[in-house]
């Protein structure tokens, strides 16, 4: 199974340094490919310019976040479709901050995830726990609930990705120990067997704090398919180092 390294470069990136940030990833890419697999989700704003720049070098493009309805009055949205004109073939969907901020629940992110396939997109479907529901050990039970509620049913593993990402680990520097990290993986491969049509195959990627200290370590726990990052993957070297500890 080939990893996968998606860098979620989140509400962050203008123009000029977007490009420059994706050009230098395209650029390493060129001078030394990696075994993994790269995605690079910007903005929306930058999706097409980042694709020109990263056109030929084998990187991948993806979006943030997209709508139940394929087109239609929703002013402020993005449809399936459009980020696939951009030259997408990944979407995050389900990310606690959108969870959180936008009150989406999962019936709200299984609507996505079915708009997204339907649009010829791969998923990445976030899910984890909040600092309270590890305090109250319902980690896992909380992991089950979001991954039986927010995926829609029998998908391959060439439209669903899974990333376990800890609330309480996202941009606080903390992260599980690899023990836990392998804890949670294996329970969401255990839990994918009744969700997924090849569940061996769907890669379960790790995210919360993810930085080359951690990457290598945590890349070689078991069901860890790779990582989703975040503030790391808008410096380039760290981005890489992550992606290195990949293959």
């Not at 319902?138 to 669903?160: D, I, W, Y």
């Amino acid at each position: 199974m080939r990893k996968l390294v998606a860098g979620n470069w989140k509400m962050n990136g203008l123009m000029a340094d977007g490009v420059a940030r994706a050009r230098d990833l395209a650029a390493r890419a060129k001078a030394k490919p990696l075994a993994c697999e790269i995605v690079l989700c910007p903005p929306a704003t930058l999706l097409v310019p980042v694709a020109q720049a990263i056109a030929g070098s084998g990187l991948g493009l993806g979006g943030q976040d997209c709508h139940t309805a394929a087109a239609g009055p929703h002013t402020g949205d993005i449809g399936a479709p459009m980020l696939k004109d951009a030259g997408c073939s990944y979407v995050i969907l389900g990310h606690s901050e959108r969870r959180q901020d936008h009150k989406e629940s999962d019936a709200i992110v299984r609507a996505k995830a079915v708009a997204a396939v339907a649009a010829g997109l791969c998923a990445i479907v976030c899910v984890g726990e909040t600092a309270a529901e590890r305090a109250s050990g319902r980690t896992e039970a909380t992991v089950v609930r979001e991954l039986q509620n927010s995926l829609p049913p029998k998908l391959s593993a060439a439209a669903l990705v899974v990333a376990y990402e800890p609330v309480w680990a996202i941009g606080s520097g903390r992260t599980p120990t690899a023990q836990d990290v392998g804890s949670v993986h294996a329970r969401i491969r255990e839990t994918l067997r009744d969700l997924a049509a090849d569940a061996a195959a769907v890669r379960i990627l790790y995210g919360g704090s993810v930085k080359p200290a951690n990457a290598r370590d945590l890349a070689a726990v078991a069901n860890v398919d790779g990582f989703l990052v975040g503030g790391a993957s808008l410096n380039g070297d760290e981005f890489w180092s992550i992606a290195a500890a990949c293959g």
